[in-house]
């Protein structure tokens, strides 16, 4: 079982800059290419028409 001896953990206490800002990035970046990928679709069938 796991060992709870090293202290009491305080909810809330650490520190998670880095992991909003690299969780902005992937929503920024997902964004991007979903408004990328229906461009392309469109691009596509307006060539295809």
């Known amino acids: 079982m796991?060992?709870?001896t090293h202290g009491?953990?305080?909810h809330g206490s650490m520190d998670i800059?880095?992991?909003e800002k690299t969780?902005?990035?992937f929503?920024?970046?997902s964004i991007w290419v979903v408004g990328i990928s229906i461009a392309i679709?469109?691009?596509m069938a307006l060539v295809n028409a």
């Open 8 to 10: 009491e953990h305080k």
């Open 41 to 43: 679709l469109i691009f």
């Open 27 to 29: 929503i920024r970046m």
């Open 23 to 25: 969780f902005a990035g």
């Open 2 to 4: 796991a060992d709870h």
């Open 17 to 19: 800059r880095e992991q």
